[in-house]
């Protein structure tokens, strides 16, 4: 570091590569800095002289960031992100614990995780305010690598956690299949025929996503045939509204589920199956500390958890005494 900085290294060096690692052109990232494309091409070749290599490359009528740049890019924006949360902490220790967590989710936990300890926390100190941004799993992990979100519940492929990620694993996600509240097979008492769910077409998400290659290899290896699709969505919203106004049946985290149920909504099928998608949990950054309003929301979440999870042994146990 002793190095760099004897050598020129400045803050607006490092937001310079930062958001070239966003942009592919170096107008695009002097106009996310507000600067003049000339002083942006100025910090460009002054990295240049203090790295002692190529931040970039032309290309076409871009830019692509060399090995170098990447790596230093990359580094910049990690340094950009705890000068950030610094100001941030101070901040919040000065006037106890206030200030914006970001989080973000996908669906399921949003709803059975997140907005229970966004409640409580509310409760705890009013002066938290709180950004959730409900995205897949794909969209979150790079969102809290840059430092867009404070924390994350989703999934972490096992290439990611080299990517400068954290895991902490909380539960599976089970799924529910909903059809509107008039819909033939919502009549149905007792357990719907596994033949009946196939007469029906339906709403599932995307053939890349994991509920998606979750129930099709859940009902392959049951020698089930694979669902009728009537439409693809990525939206929880969408496929609720799919199920209401159409004769279809939509697969939706458990979760999402029993809330529209519990208002009428929606009618949740007994099936002769359960489906639960691969373990969620917490994404974070791995050289960040969380500032105090984040870490208290973050442990909030993991007590709800473990609350819930008391409570389901608990009601199993009873189930096996009554047994």
């Given at each position: 570091m002793e190095r760099l900085l004897a050598r020129g290294l400045k803050m607006n060096h490092l937001r310079l590569a930062a958001a070239l690692s966003r942009e592919e052109k170096l107008s695009d990232a002097a106009l996310r800095l507000g600067l003049a494309q000339p002083a942006a091409s100025r910090l460009a070749s002054e990295i240049h002289q203090i790295l002692g290599t190529p931040l970039f490359e032309r290309h076409g009528r871009g830019i692509k960031l060399t090995e170098a740049g990447r790596a230093?890019?990359?580094?910049?924006?990690?340094?950009?992100?705890?000068?950030?949360?610094?100001?941030?902490?101070?901040?919040?220790?000065?006037?106890?614990?206030?200030?914006?967590?970001?989080?973000?989710?996908?669906?399921?936990p949003a709803i059975e995780m997140v907005i229970p300890a966004v409640r409580t926390a509310r409760e705890l100190s009013e002066?938290?305010?709180?950004?959730?941004?409900?995205?897949?799993?794909?969209?979150?992990?790079?969102?809290?690598?840059?430092?867009?979100?404070?924390?994350?519940?989703?999934?972490?492929?096992?290439?990611?956690?080299?990517?400068?990620?954290?895991?902490?694993?909380?539960?599976?996600?089970?799924?529910?299949?909903?059809?509107?509240?008039?819909?033939?097979?919502?009549?149905?008492?007792?357990?719907?025929?596994?033949?009946?769910?196939f007469e029906w077409k339906w709403i599932l998400p995307p053939q890349n996503s994991i509920l998606a290659r979750t129930i099709d290899g859940a009902f392959?290896?049951?020698?089930?045939?694979?669902?009728?699709?009537?439409?693809?969505?990525?939206?929880?919203?969408?496929?609720?509204?799919?199920?209401?106004?159409?004769?279809?049946?939509?697969?939706v985290a458990r979760p999402?589920?029993?809330?529209?149920?519990?208002?009428?909504?929606?009618?949740?099928?007994?099936?002769?199956?359960?489906?639960?998608v691969e373990e969620f949990g917490i994404i974070t950054r791995a050289d960040a500390q969380l500032p105090?309003?984040?870490?208290?929301?973050?442990?909030?979440?993991?007590?709800?958890?473990?609350?819930?999870?008391?409570?389901q042994e608990k009601?199993?146990?009873?189930m096996r005494m009554a047994l």
């Open positions: 230093f890019a990359a580094r910049a924006q990690r340094i950009l992100n705890e000068i950030d949360d610094a100001d941030r902490e101070v901040s919040e220790i000065a006037s106890g614990v206030h200030g914006t967590v970001r989080i973000g989710s996908v669906t399921g002066g938290i305010r709180v950004d959730v941004e409900v995205a897949t799993s794909n969209q979150l992990g790079p969102m809290v690598r840059n430092g867009a979100l404070d924390f994350a519940l989703g999934r972490l492929p096992a290439d990611e956690l080299s990517r400068n990620l954290t895991y902490c694993s909380l539960a599976k996600e089970p799924v529910s299949f909903i059809v509107g509240k008039d819909h033939p097979l919502a009549k149905i008492e007792g357990k719907v025929e596994n033949a009946d769910l392959r290896d049951m020698g089930l045939p694979q669902p009728d699709r009537l439409v693809s969505t990525s939206s929880a919203l969408m496929s609720l509204a799919f199920a209401g106004e159409t004769d279809s049946i939509a697969a999402v589920a029993e809330h529209f149920a519990a208002r009428g909504q929606v009618h949740i099928l007994r099936t002769r199956f359960s489906i639960s105090p309003a984040a870490q208290m929301i973050c442990d909030l979440v993991k007590r709800h958890k473990t609350k819930k999870w008391a409570g009601r199993a146990n009873a």
